[in-house]
Nanobody, 115 residues
C-alpha cells in the first residue's frame, strides 16, 4: 500500500520560513508528478505547485518568488521551501503523488502564520 507522508508544518510569524517534506513509499520511476495543495478554513482546496518526473516545476501565482519545490529522488521525497510567509498562507498543506495507476494523497500538515 502506497503511503504519502507530509511533515514540517508548524507555527511561524509573518515573514518567517518553513520547509515541508513529502515522503512517498513508491518507486520514483513510477511517479509522474508530485504536487502540493493547501486548504484554508472555509476555503476550497488550492493548487500550490508541482514538479514533474522530468523536473519541470510550476507554482500558483500567489506563491511565486516565495515558495520553492525541490525533490530528492534518492529519498523519494519532495520538499516545499516556504519563505516570506504571510497570514494568508495559513492552511493544511497536502502532498499528492500521481503515478500511472493512481493518485495518492497525504494526510496533510498544518501551517499557521501569525500576524
Amino acid at each position: 500500500q502506497v503511503q504519502v507522508v507530509e511533515s514540517g508544518g508548524g507555527l511561524v510569524q509573518t515573514g518567517g520560513s518553513l520547509r515541508l517534506s513529502c515522503a512517498a513509499s513508491v518507486s520514483i520511476s513510477s511517479i509522474l508528478t508530485m504536487e502540493w495543495y493547501r486548504q484554508a478554513p472555509v476555503k476550497q482546496r488550492e493548487f500550490v505547485g508541482t514538479i514533474t518526473s522530468t523536473g519541470s516545476i510550476n507554482y500558483v501565482e500567489s506563491v511565486k518568488g516565495r515558495f520553492t519545490i525541490s525533490r530528492d529522488n534518492a529519498k523519494n521525497t519532495m520538499y516545499l521551501q516556504m519563505n516570506s510567509l504571510k497570514p494568508e498562507d495559513t492552511a493544511v498543506y497536502y502532498c499528492v503523488v500521481n503515478t500511472r495507476m493512481n493518485m495518492y494523497w497525504g494526510q496533510g500538515t498544518q501551517v499557521t502564520v501569525s500576524s
